[in-house]
């Protein structure tokens, strides 16, 4: 703990907070790393500049998508426990995990990520949701097993999504009145020259912006604050911060970081 120049011991406050999100609230909020190389160390980097007596600690779990979320029991199921698959970055404790209905945190962060761009698989006689990672890497068995044992689920609609968002809010509501933050996400393609949508279908791009006006209509209902990374990166430069739809550079999850601590700061949590 930090000593003041008079030798007493300086007050830390310590902030606890519950990020369920993928690539886009870890890398912002805990760290970023190319390779072996740490080009970002979180939102503590901000903090110890703005709000040098405040440190943040970061609960970060993956999560596959809202609809399995609310579904999630607590526990893995068994046909899957006994399977130990090779799940890298989302595994099965993420995945069935209510932790963010049960654990307390002075704020909770969320991301509308998985939603616009997971695809789930539903188990044909148990109904649980499923997100098979990497599953072009699976033993020929696995694969098999995956193919015999369940089915795709289409794309979530906005409207679905947001109502599962709500219902979301709702259950943290029960116990907790501490702030929800919700990123959006940028709708820069890196590349993307389109003129005309005519027989195009829905680019990724504006499945984005359809997500992002759902999120402002929820915030509008339920009073949850919007990490607008979409505004973010626009005013900055979005071509120049993102690598690609997903990843961002250092300098961009630096922008992210700084409007996350600005939004805390507002709702009043780094105060002493």
């Known amino acids: ?32 790393r190319i390779g072996s190389e740490l080009v970002w160390n979180g939102v503590n980097e901000i903090l110890r500049l703005t709000h040098p007596g405040c440190l943040a600690r970061i609960r970060h ?20 426990a006994l399977r130990h698959l ?13 932790a963010i209905f049960e ?19 539903r188990h044909r006689r148990e109904g649980f949701l499923f997100y098979a990672n990497d599953h072009e890497a699976w033993n020929p068995a696995d694969r ?8 795709a689920t289409g794309r979530l609609e906005v409207a679905q999504s947001m109502a599962n968002f709500e219902a979301i809010i709702v259950r943290i509501r029960e116990r907790s009145e501490a702030p929800i933050l919700i990123y959006n996400l940028s709708a820069i393609t890196p590349g993307e020259t389109i003129h005309c949508h005519l027989g195009l279908g829905e680019a990724y791009s504006t499945r984005i912006r359809r997500f992002n006006l759902g999120l402002i209509e929820l915030s509008e209902r339920t009073g949850i604050s919007i990490i607008d990374v979409d505004s973010l990166l626009a005013r900055q430069g ?12 250092p300098a961009g999850y630096r922008l992210v970081a700084e409007e996350v601590v600005r939004v805390l700061g507002e709702s009043g949590l780094l105060d002493d």
């Open 103 to 121: 654990s307390k945190a002075d704020a909770i962060i969320l991301s509308t990520q998985p939603d616009i761009a997971a695809g789930l698989m």
């Open 144 to 151: 098999q097993w995956l193919q015999t044992e369940f089915e």
């Open 86 to 98: 090779p799940l890298g970055a989302y595994p099965e404790e993420s995945q069935f995990s209510r």
């Open 1 to 32: 703990m930090p000593v003041s120049s008079t030798g007493l011991t300086n007050h830390v406050k310590r902030l606890n907070l519950f990020v369920k999100g993928n690539v886009d609230v870890h890398d912002s909020l805990h760290s970023c």
């Open 61 to 80: 779990e993956t999560w596959n998508r809202s609809d399995a979320l609310l579904q999630a029991e607590g526990r893995v199921p068994d046909e899957l």
């Open 238 to 249: 979005a071509d120049g911060l993102k690598l690609d739809m997903v990843h961002l550079t």
